[in-house]
């Protein structure tokens, strides 16, 4: 068959859930994630050749890795090969197979870095590929719907036939198939039976041209190691020890997940403005789950733009690289 122009589709394959084994088919938990490869799951979506025509399906391993331990390396890798793949005209657009625990993040690193003009559809599954019911084959034919679908671009997650933005999606549920949720911003769209309902786009989205990505990417490469940003949670009884710990070792960057519209304790807030004061970067999230924290006059601590606490980690280790992150907002 003659290739046909930009109908080629990529899928990298990272790990996850999706590609993981059960000794029995009916342990849906006791399961280790990453071992099957990606041409071995793409076999198991029957209908993906008819759906993409001969020749144009392209895979990659990238990685081989239980999402729980996604790190730098692997990010570097990945955010690599996507600008490689952007690059060639011939493409329509990219999968990637990740697992659900650090897709969130990865997502919004993909999407801060590339900013693509095309689609790159993060997919996954909360079953491994030896369960009784699979999720992954189904998530991995709706990913690729989204990657061929002309409206499709940006970085979005697909999960249980709804389509997320890299800005709102998160992992909202650890055992049912259906574990994602946009939060208060709604899903970008639903895939049924091979075709996408766009309820709304990614207005908040903006793209890059690929030379641009490049000289992100590159500066990505560079840099060794990787500006440290840790998190610290507002509870009751949080003191500022943590914080204070964290700058003696020479943390670069703090995400305070406050409680609410970013409270923090007087305790734990008194050691940010500290850490602050000492050329910590700083920035307040919430903990809950939906929202986002309301900046008032007055703040000490500037907030997150409506980002969680581990995509504004995402924001504040690319602000401390020099670069120009997707706009947050
Ligand atoms: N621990 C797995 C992972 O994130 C969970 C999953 O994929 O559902 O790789």
Redesign the pocket.
Known sequence: MVQLDNSKIVILGT????A?TAAQAGDNIGYR??QVGVDQLIRSVASLSSVLGEGNLVTEQVAQ??????GFAIWRELALRCAHWLADRTVKGIVIT??????EETAWFLQSVLQPGKPVVLT???RPATALAPDGPQNILDAVTVALDPLAMGVVAVCAGVVHSARDVQKDHPYRLD?FSSGDAGPLGFVEENAVRWVKFDEKATYLSVDSSFFAIESIVDSMPWPRVEIVMNYAGASGAMVDMLVRDGVQGLVAAGTGNGSLHQDLEAALIRAQMAGVKVVRASRCAKGRVLSHSGDRIADSHGLSPVKARVTLMLALLGLQAASPV
């Open positions: 790990g996850g859930t999706i993981g994630a990453a890795v239980d999402s729980k331990d996604m990740h697992g659900t625990d650090t897709l996954c599954a909360m574990a």
